[in-house]
């Protein structure tokens, strides 16, 4: 089966057993996210799997658009990429292990037409330190479901992961029992890491063996199913999420989850049963193009054009849901996926109307099942050639400037200025230098890794201190002062006036950080008069409820606040807050969420809202940071 009739094939099989299909979430989360792109098919369903009722019912299934740019210079094997979708069914509080697994295992062999001789997975080995159990139920499940195919099936615990390089597979083993840090699902990883009022649960894994790729050693000793050699690839994932971290351990939720995630290029790798995911439906015809437009092989320029093929996917789906490339957040990811192709490219000997002709095959491949990138096409293309361009003369710079660095050798600070400032790659500067006979200092490629390591670092302490990933932003804390700026967002709107409209935002556990468009400094009166109102409507004890409205009503005829520059589905998640004893909501505004039930929850332990700080953001912009003391 191609990727797109697997993709179809998937959602259909979910319908039909009772679930609601629901649309993609966009690549940029929407509303006030701790994160920058929607990096896994579970994300945008967190509030549901925490307990808010989805409009949709309990059962829900979608291919879910992902992005994750952590590891982007590392992209060129055959089997990961910054760009991918996950098949994903949930069960809000519906049906678990004993409906989820067999599902699964039938969608992958008798409707994909997978050998179940070829599948290997894993279960939950328990920690009794926590008073976690062995996941007996699934392993059982799973050894039934392998002896109804006639393959014999024999459950052993495995262990750590590192054991289970040292223990190795024996024959007919296929259930494998993994410690936590393995088969433990939590936003903060393993049992013993999870933070109090975290929710987490086992999971059962499945590995699909791929032909003819013999164990590496450089790995591990031995293969097992969670080997990096390359062997076995996962092709999805279940997650019963049924614990919540507690003061003195774990206890049960009150309602039992299913969250399970199947990346759609791997299952379709494991279709064609191929050592190379570039061979799929969704990527090879990119392939071809370039080999066509370079007149080189795939097999001689490997690298270079599965590097080229993830990243415009990941840049063109970046376009259709709003992002332009810049020098910030979400738009310098997408800067730097477009001039990685641009370069790998140039190496391809491609130079000319590169996007132009490789954009359109990838549209190509998708504009049928997401009739937004249809809708949107052309706009998205004129977008990638602009960037092209304006990349390109970037880089004629970059030599202007090279050409001033090398009189008396090149070194490794000079080679990394090149590369930060104006987009050069170490190999491209090291081969001006060769063109031109220019000598590389002998401690380049050192002094270039030191320079390299502060900007990573630098970058990593920014990203950790602006956008906290997983589920940090759902503490009682995160939801109050979610809250507390629904509130003080009208309160400004009230006292400045409605010319006022949030232009960002950043909730810690500590306080709340908002971005809104007004060109003078508050004064002092401004600012006790937004902190009265705040109060007096926290004192009300406002009642905090949502409800999905289509977009167009909910931003137009009903007059929902939204932030400037979101770019919103087909419908939106309004909150309303409200006292009982007011005809209208004090705030009606659209956000994914999360945020108390009730205003006065911000006044526990006798706090009060306060403005601690007002200062320009940008030209005509101010920024607030408030807290709860």
């Not at 050592?275 to 437009?293: A, Q, R, Y």
């Amino acid at each position: 089966m191609t990727a797109q009739e697997i993709r179809k094939a998937y959602l259909d099989f979910f319908k039909k057993r009772g679930h609601e299909v629901i649309p993609r979430a966009l690549l940029v989360p929407q509303g006030e996210s701790t994160v920058l792109f929607t990096g896994s098919g579970m994300q945008p369903l967190i509030p549901y799997l925490l307990g808010e009722e989805h409009p949709k019912g309990v059962r829900l299934t979608d291919s879910q658009t992902c992005l994750r740019a952590d590891d982007i210079e590392e992209i060129g094997d055959n089997r990961h990429t910054t760009f991918f979708e996950m098949l994903g069914n949930w069960s809000l509080g519906d049906y678990f292990k004993q409906e989820q697994l067999p599902w699964f295992f039938e969608f992958l062999v008798d409707v994909v037409g997978l050998n179940p001789e070829k599948l290997y997975v894993t279960a939950f080995s328990g920690e009794s330190e926590f008073g976690l159990p062995k996941d007996e139920v699934s392993a059982k499940l799973w050894q039934k479901m392998f002896e109804e195919k006639s393959i014999k099936a024999n459950i052993v615990d495995m262990g750590s992961e590192a054991d289970g390089y040292k223990r190795g597979m024996k024959q007919d083993e296929r259930i494998f029992y993994y410690d936590g840090s393995k088969n433990w699902w939590a936003p903060e990883g393993k049992p013993g890491d999870m933070s109090v009022g975290q929710p987490g649960g086992p999971d059962s894994e499945v590995f699909f063996e791929i032909s003819g790729i013999e164990h590496n050693p450089e790995f591990g000793e031995n293969c097992h199913p969670n080997c990096d050699c390359g062997r076995f690839i996962e092709i999805g994932n279940s997650v019963f999420m049924e614990y919540l971290r507690s003061a003195d351990g774990f206890e049960k939720l009150p309602k039992q989850n299913v969250d399970f995630g199947g990346g759609l290029e791997r299952i379709a790798q494991a279709s064609i049963d191929s050592d190379d995911m570039f061979k799929i439906s969704l990527l090879w015809p990119i392939i071809e193009k370039l080999e066509k437009l370079s007149k080189t092989n795939y097999e001689d320029k490997t690298e270079d054009m599965r590097v080229i093929a993830d990243h415009l996917r990941g840049a063109m789906f970046l376009a259709v849901d709003g992002v332009k490339p810049s020098n910030k957040a979400q738009g310098y990811v997408m800067r730097r996926l477009m001039r990685r192709a641009i370069l790998k490219a140039f190496n391809l000997g491609v130079e000319q109307n590169f996007v132009q002709e490789i954009a359109p095959v990838i549209a190509e491949l998708y504009r049928d099942d997401f009739p937004e990138l249809l809708e949107n096409e052309q706009k998205v293309i004129d977008i990638l050639i602009k960037e092209e361009k304006a990349f390109k003369q970037t880089l004629r710079k970059g030599l202007r400037e090279f050409e001033k660095l090398t009189p008396d050798g090149l070194t490794g600070e000079e080679i990394f200025k090149l590369y930060d400032t104006y987009g050069f790659p170490v190999e491209l500067s090291t081969e001006e230098a060769m063109k031109r006979g220019v000598e590389l200092h002998d401690n380049w490629q050192k002094d270039f890794d030191t320079k390299m390591a502060e900007q990573r670092e630098r970058s990593q302490t920014a990203a950790k201190g602006t956008f906290k990933g997983g589920l940090g932003g759902q503490t009682l804390q995160h939801k109050k002062y979610h809250t507390a700026t629904h509130l003080m967002y009208q309160a400004l709107r009230d006292v400045l006036g409605d010319h006022v409209i949030q232009h960002g935002s950043n909730i810690t556990e500590e306080r709340l950080r908002f971005d809104f468009s007004h060109t003078e400094k508050m004064t002092d009166d401004q600012i006790k008069k937004v902190e009265n109102i705040v109060n007096d409507q926290i004192s009300k004890d406002l009642k905090i409820t949502w409800q999905e409205y289509p977009t167009e009503e909910a931003t137009g005829k009903l007059g929902a606040l939204g932030q400037f520059g979101d770019r919103y589905g087909d419908t939106v998640k309004v909150y309303s807050m409200q006292s009982n004893d007011e005809e209208k909501p004090f705030s009606f505004e659209i956000c994914g969420g999360p945020h108390v039930e009730h205003s006065l929850q911000l006044f526990e332990e006798d706090k009060k809202f306060k403005i601690v700080k007002e200062q320009s953001s940008s030209a005509g912009i101010r920024r607030i940071k408030a807290v709860l003391k």
